[in-house]
């Protein structure tokens, strides 16, 4: 991915800055928000596969300020925070993808029974070009995009907010994993598409998106580019995000 070149315009909404990434925890950011704050959330955080599980060397997952190493019931516990409240600032859907690696095993099983009353849907990630796997290894060639709501009809099949026109929206979508990386050496395996797909079709124009872990910024570019305004959390320090939040200046 290419650094962001575009100028974003910022505005104040009920003394928040608007079109910024917060270089902060996402409880922070959250915490400044009201009920109802941001109108759709999508993002995809650490999937807990860092140093114990052979990652050392992979800046994927050793973060300046977090260790993408916890065990599977802390990491399960603090994922329930952060969604908790992202289902409190969030208007209508909260987009999380993850994948069911060795770190976040069993993921779909937590959500599942822990958020059955606010989970919409599960979308699959289907990867037409999955990461080759050693022998004896299952190779994974999926990934999930749990929808969740905070709305009593959560489990109902019709999006009352939805940006859908004719198109029919499947569950699962077919897409290459992008193993580029960005100028930092920063990866992010899905590309664009999948912000794009999801603000696009679950939101309007104008309407305020949400990423609690803004990385390399995909999220801010798709939101900027089909018209909504965003804002973003984002722990690391990490030269990646300093040169991105400048380059929105």
Not at 14 to 41: A, P, R
Not at 102 to 126: E, R
Request: aromatic share 14%.
């Amino acid at each position: 991915m290419q650094m962001l070149s575009l100028k974003y315009k910022k505005y104040i909404y009920k003394d928040m800055e608007l079109n910024k990434i917060y270089n902060e925890s996402n409880l922070d950011t959250m915490s400044k928000m009201e009920d109802n704050f941001v109108d759709m959330i999508i993002t995809s955080p650490p999937y807990n596969i860092g140093k114990s599980r052979g990652n050392t060397n992979n800046p994927d997952v050793n973060y300046d300020t977090y260790t993408d190493d916890l065990d599977i019931e802390d990491y399960f516990e603090q994922t329930k925070i952060w969604i908790d409240e992202c289902l409190r600032v969030s208007k209508n859907y909260v987009f999380w993808n993850v994948g069911e690696y060795a770190g976040c095993k069993g993921i779909a099983g937590y959500i599942m029974s822990k958020y059955k009353d606010n989970l919409k849907d599960t979308f699959i990630w289907i990867k037409n070009n999955p990461n080759p796997t050693g022998r004896g290894v299952v190779c994974n060639g999926y990934e999930y995009i749990f929808c969740l709501c905070s709305i009593p009809d959560a489990v109902g099949r019709k999006y009352e907010y939805n940006n859908f026109g004719d198109n029919m929206i499947k569950n699962y979508i077919i897409k290459p994993v992008n193993n580029g990386k960005d100028n930092s050496g920063h990866g992010y395996a899905f590309g664009d598409w999948l912000p794009k797909y999801f603000i696009n079709y679950f939101s309007k124009k104008g309407d305020l998106i949400y990423d609690p872990f803004m990385g390399s910024g995909t999220t801010a570019k798709a939101a900027h580019l089909l018209d909504r305004n965003w804002i973003g959390s984002e722990i690391s320090k990490s030269s990646v995000y300093v040169v991105l939040q400048e380059e929105m200046l």
